[in-house]
């Protein structure tokens, strides 16, 4: 079975345009509407981002980037958005996405919904040894109870493609 985290994928290589006020010298992107339009353009690929951050504001100078973070069902994904070129006052960026270790949390989470969904009952716990990386091959162990029985399952990272990582839980035992 195959869980994919997103669809955040779709959103890699996604362009925004925003207005930047000059100030002295150097112009930049207020943090804000950069997260706007992240959100904006996920949006537009029908990707539910939910809390949308920057750390700081974007400088408007063609190659300068800034890395912010949003989450997609609880899972953080990384959206860097690069400043691809200027016209005027508008400063015109690049939007690609990129995978975050599957929490813990979200892990635990999604493995009970696939467990619940094959074995039609629900599990009573779900334990993962910690998050999954996001790179192909890693593993993770997980321990499932349902119906007082113990279940062991290595969860297996198949792909890792723009902010979405899949992977597949195998019965160890």
């Not at 207020?30 to 949308?52: H, T, W």
Request: hydrophobic share 40%; charged share 20%.
């Amino acid at each position: 079975m195959v869980y994919r985290i997103g669809r955040v994928v779709a959103a890699a290589g996604a362009a925004a345009a925003l207005l930047f006020g000059l100030a002295g010298c150097s112009a930049s992107v207020p943090k804000e509407d950069v997260a706007s339009s992240i959100s904006s353009e996920l949006g537009k690929q029908g990707i539910q981002a939910q809390n949308v951050t920057c750390p700081q504001d974007l400088n408007a100078e063609v190659g300068r980037s800034v890395r912010c973070e949003f989450q997609v069902d609880g899972q953080p994904v990384d959206a860097v958005a690069t400043v691809s070129s200027l016209e005027g006052d508008t400063a015109k960026f690049d939007i690609t996405t990129e995978a975050r270790p599957v929490a813990k949390a979200v892990l635990e989470r999604e493995v009970g919904k696939q467990v619940e969904q094959i074995a039609q009952a629900t599990p009573e716990t779900v334990s993962c040894a910690g998050d999954l990386p996001a790179e192909v091959g890693k593993t993770t162990p997980c321990t499932v109870t349902a119906q007082g029985e113990a279940l062991d399952l290595t969860v297996t990272v198949t792909e890792v493609d723009g902010g979405r990582v899949n992977f597949s839980i195998e019965s160890t035992g």
